[in-house]
DNA sequence: CTTGACACCCAAAACGTTTTGGATTATGCT
DNA sequence: AGCATAATCCAAAACGTTTTGGGTGTCAAG
């Protein structure tokens, strides 16, 4: 016999395959169908009944509502979405480095776009794909023109960002935390990181330091980018040599910082300042450092740059910058709104200035004995 | 004249009041149809064609992917959705005790279900509720009962959870982080707290502590719950005396650690030992405990409970009980996907023996002088 | 020259909602 | 009575997809 219906290839499209999905018989939703059936109206009337249309005479809402109550009737968003063609939904792809992180940067960010969106009636989608990946790429794709969500946040931007490129062509209601390189204008929210690098260094010139590393943010990411251009200008402003072996690159995890502490304390000339890209590595490169028998704070100063809510926490407290991730998802999820409902924004552009937090790692003043 | 189709009143769905969204012109995606008029072939052919049918012709098939290709075709997952009553979208209503929260639990487990799910072809939507709250039964009424979402991950079990209780009633695919006391039957992961304190307390035990204190997680939380009885089995299993002054209930925060800390070493009999009901609270109980001039691993012993990515670079390093929530999740998620898709389940009720791991906050061996 | 088998295609229905464009009846006003 | 106005209600279309239940033409075997 010749077969019919079933699939035998590949996808075309986005699904997935799985075996078609067996009647689900006992979870049978009540739709507006059944209310007007069992009251002998349209249904017509039982949609615009529950939406509170002044079409509809008060008498005959009530009897909506009350059947509506007890035959447990919970609108299919599906449907309604299709129709009203808007989701509702915020979309987010979490770019994680390595599959197995933990950044608190994200949960962070999540929680103050989650708040905020969950308050003015939105939900969060969220997918997980590596930057870069080609299934990051299909997932914007998707985004952009799939009716998938409403608008999309875009993190952590990267130096000359395909994906904001491309929700800019496709005209996607978007908001990016972070700046990129590019010609399109966007909406964003970004922190000063080049005045945060200076404002660091500038704390640590004070206290007498001026052989200062850098374990930079990766530099394909924007404000890895501000931040190393930040070091080179602050340094130079304080007329105080870069040395590029006191330049690394770090991958953002406490590990790396960890590693770059100890290569950069190998080296026969040592600084006796670190700056790292982030709170993460510099918590792995305090503990770096006391594993070659160094006290951070003490023997080396150590600074940080986020202040996520651990810094205060660990020993020796971390100096580092403020970036107030929560408040900025917040920002970010009302803008986000706004665009999508096309109203005009007050501010489409906000470059946050940084707040340096002394604690102590930095360390006291230091003899000038070491300068050069 | 008298206005029609015009919203006066409230909402009746879980719709949001916000403004129409005028005509979005510049977005018009391109649909099947599009593909068909301009091949001058059905609609349904164009589907099953891009679908792999059998049904069509290798040919036509080739054209149809080129002209959806052209066009920048991609479906409408909306409308697909409806037709197939599934949404390939996995839902998680974050609880959170404080609005502004930021607990690595979260964004571990984000990243193992995630992850999962993305390899998976899933989408994962996320909803912020406060714990309890009228907005958290809604969303959760809404993901019953909506089509919005084909199964929800329940985390951080309650004791008699009413969310749980009501999934089942509806009988909604779920999955739980967590066991709780109720009748229903349902498949979860959970790690067996109660032996994770033995194990940790039987390690104090072994330095020579036996006055233990424990900085307990909320009781109305089931891990809470079982890891405050199994702080009491296991100080009953060694003949340990239990001080009522010595079980504080914190609130899973590093702030919370910290005041419990400082009341605990407030007391006039002070304990030897404290174990945290997790590692963030340990973390601020360890600064609690430095802040009254004593040295966590030195003079007390401080253990904790989930082993976070953090806790191995605070100082001193924690012990603790490891809980891979990473594991966790994804296993979860693969659970969750073969509820959905009404597989048998190999295991519907996973105990994981918890693994104690010993670093320098549970110090040396001490003098059986504070003994009793 | 039938008769299947086969390969390819399609119209219509369906999913559950909202919107459109009236229809129907009652009411008040000249 | 005649006419506008108000108060209710509703059938049908639409959103974009997939599934159902066929149809049509070709070709080889009988």
Known sequence: MYIRNVLETGFGGTGVGFPTNINRESRMATTLRDIARELGISVTTVSRGLAGYSDVAEDTKARIQATAD???????LTAR?????RTDTLGFILPTLTPRFSDPFFSEFLAGVGNEAASRGYDLLVSVQAPGSTEERAAYERAAAGGWVDGLFVVRTRVNDERITRLCDGNFPFVAFGRTEC???FPYVDEDSAAGVHQIITHLVDLGHSAIAFVAPPSYLMFGRYRIQGFYEAMAAHNLEVREKWIIEGDMTQRGGETAAQSLLALTERPTAIIFGNDL?????MNGIKATGLQPGVDIAVGGFDNISLSSYVTPSLTTIEQPIYDI???LCTMLIDVINERELT???VLLSP????RDSSGPRIQAGSRR
């Open 70 to 76: 007890r035959l447990g009737y919970t609108p299919n």
């Open 81 to 85: 979405r299709l129709q009203k063609r």
């Open 183 to 185: 010609d399109c204008e």
């Open 329 to 331: 998802g917040q920002r």
């Open 281 to 285: 590595m510099a918590i792995g490169g």
């Open 355 to 358: 707040t340096l937090i002394v």
């Open 347 to 349: 501010e489409r552009h």
